[in-house]
């Protein structure tokens, strides 16, 4: 028994006939018959019966025939499937972000490209760049998006965006008028601030550093996202990276330059010794596009 006997099976009972099953199958009536006959000697008992010159399925037949039928569904779901791997339509993709991309910015980036891609199982986590790094490694992940780089032979990282730190205000606040926020502005305002082990932090610390200005913090946060909230309900004023806070409007939170510029990188990580699947190839082109915007 071979897969052509199967499927010369398959179609002369679809179609009732011998002819429309070589049709189908586009090879000649006689090569059906032969492929039927060896079928039937394989299965060791009698699948057709003669009637007025035709061959009739017998009760025996009927019943081979709907195990066929589910065999003949399974390969055509191997084949839909392979062709959607082939065109990157299919598969299941793992991404680790920091929080200030993975609470909203990705959601709403990646929708338009996961619309298109019902067959694409996508997981998102939230996790900060350390334990991204340690699930690349660990192969737990396919994609990680860190603002730190990552020093090991099991990990390729690559710097795909460097992007400024803005300063966030609420809409009335009187800083609002300025084109460009310097750091001096900031003196003796209420600052929502990130948790001290944010990776962020350092940087915005050595910013107030350099400057000889005493951050007052006022409101310390977890993610980027809640310290937009304070600030557009008018608490304070943060510093965070331009991709959190979009939804809010000029009228509620404003953004501005900070000077001096203080800039950031966003690493791509992935694993050196497990090669992306096609589907996490095309979901990293889609990324970077995303992320372009935000260079500085």
């Not at 959190?244 to 000077?259: A, E, N, T």
């Amino acid at each position: 028994m071979n897969i052509r006997q199967i499927e010369a099976f398959h179609a002369f009972m679809e179609t009732g006939s011998v002819t429309h099953a070589g049709e189908r199958l586009g090879i000649s009536q006689p090569a059906v018959s032969k492929l039927l006959k060896g079928f039937a000697e394989s299965c060791g008992f009698k699948l057709f019966m003669r009637s007025n010159g035709r061959l009739v399925p017998t009760l025996e037949a009927r019943l081979v025939a709907a195990e066929v039928e589910k065999l003949i569904a399974g390969t055509q779901r191997i084949e839909r499937v392979a062709a959607a791997v082939r065109n990157r339509e299919w598969g299941q993709v793992t991404i680790a972000a920091l929080p200030a991309l993975a609470s909203r910015y990705l959601p709403q980036a990646l929708s338009p490209f996961l619309a298109e891609q019902p067959d694409l199982r996508l997981t998102l986590q939230s996790r900060g760049s350390p334990r991204i790094a340690e699930l690349v490694m660990a192969q737990q992940v396919d994609i990680g998006l860190s603002i730190l780089p990552f020093d090991h032979p099991d990990v390729t990282a690559e710097a795909v965006v460097r992007f400024d730190l803005m300063c966030f205000l609420p809409a009335q606040h009187s800083l609002a008028k300025k084109t460009t926020v310097g750091v001096e502005d900031l003196r003796n305002e209420s600052f929502i601030s990130l948790e001290r082990d944010d990776c962020s932090l350092m940087t915005i610390d050595r910013a107030f550093q350099m400057r000889g200005v005493q951050k007052r913090n006022q409101i310390e946060v977890p993610m980027s996202e809640t310290a937009c909230s304070f600030v557009a309900n008018g608490i304070g004023v943060s510093i965070l990276p331009p991709f959190v806070g979009m939804d809010y409007s000029s009228d509620r939170l404003i953004r501005r330059p900070l000077l001096p510029k203080t800039s950031m990188d966003i690493w791509l990580l992935t694993s050196s010794r497990r090669p992306l699947s096609l589907a996490a190839q095309q979901l990293v082109g889609f990324i970077r596009a995303a992320l372009a915007q935000f260079q500085a």
